[in-house]
């Protein structure tokens, strides 16, 4: 590697932990206002907000991603609602299903909860790590977009004031809101370091992805082990997340499963790009094919 080369990956790599000095002091700000007036989480405006935020962008990226791509207008406008069609369902289904109630646990027969975050995961993880034109999209990506737009998990901060208004169990709501705000600080510092386009930075961002998937894996698990329910081992003194009141239960319901779905992208897009600079690596490497006798 050049100085040159060198030169340009520290210089965003610095940008992006100075980047943290204005995101921090916002996060615990916000932090603050949440625990000082609880209306504000309490009436869903903000996980709304904050989801009809990353909801369009999402949208707005898939399409810039597309232009990039060889496919023709009539196949990039088809991409573009077999994605985003079933996604806004998706959403305004869990929103008014929360609203309705029917993830309470005496709600239905059925685990609506537990359903509402695997069956999204189970459907669309396979379609999302195997269709070609996907591939084509991230491709065409940049591979900071993916990881930038979870910047959004500095909102779980509100299970942490939910936590110390004791609406919360603490076992549940500090691991999950600590490891969503750390997610969400260090999505910045992942996706400038990821712009440099160097092996380094493709790292940083594979490790941010496993922050995030591991930041679910215990949350999930400390919810289900905290709820009512048939898998519950722990019976804190107030209700879980699983209690599936509104807006608390869209974080499970909608969130989670939409950024883990964003998580295996990522990750996805950085396999694909770590593979396509090792290949004119080893082509420039490789011996000359020895002439036939």
Do not use: C
């Amino acid at each position: 590697m050049t100085a040159k080369a060198v030169s340009s990956a520290v210089v965003p790599l610095r940008d992006a932990w100075r980047g943290l000095l204005w995101f921090v002091p916002l996060t615990t700000l916000w932090l603050l206002l949440i625990y000082r007036w609880p209306a504000i989480p309490e009436s869903g405006v903000p996980t709304t907000f904050h989801q009809l935020a990353a909801h369009g962008l999402i949208a707005l990226g898939l399409w810039l991603g597309l232009e990039h791509t060889s496919l023709t207008l009539g196949q990039r406008r088809a991409t573009w609602l077999a994605i985003m069609i079933p996604d806004t369902l998706w959403f305004a289904v869990a929103w008014s299903a929360a609203i309705d109630g029917i993830f309470h646990p005496d709600a239905t027969a059925l685990p609506a909860l537990p359903s509402a975050i695997f069956l999204p995961v189970i459907i669309g993880a396979p379609l999302l790590l195997f269709s070609r034109r996907v591939g084509q999209v991230l491709d065409a990506m940049p591979a900071s977009w993916l990881v930038a737009v979870q910047l959004y998990r500095v909102f779980g901060s509100w299970a942490l004031a939910a936590w110390l208004h004791g609406a919360l169990p603490g076992v549940f709501a500090v691991p999950a809101g600590v490891g969503d705000v750390l997610t969400g600080l260090f999505a910045l510092p992942a996706a400038i370091a990821v712009a440099t386009g160097t092996a380094g930075g493709r790292r940083a961002a594979t490790l941010w992805n496993i922050l995030g998937l591991a930041d679910f894996a215990v949350a999930i698990t400390m919810g289900i082990i905290t709820s009512p329910g048939p898998w519950q081992l722990i019976v804190p003194d107030v209700l879980s997340i699983g209690a599936g009141d509104y807006p608390g239960v869209l974080t499970p319901g909608f969130v989670v499963p939409s950024s883990i779905l964003l998580h295996v992208l990522s990750l996805r897009q950085l396999r694909r790009r770590s593979r396509a600079e090792v290949a004119p690596r080893w082509k420039e490497t490789a011996p000359p094919a020895a002439p036939f006798p």
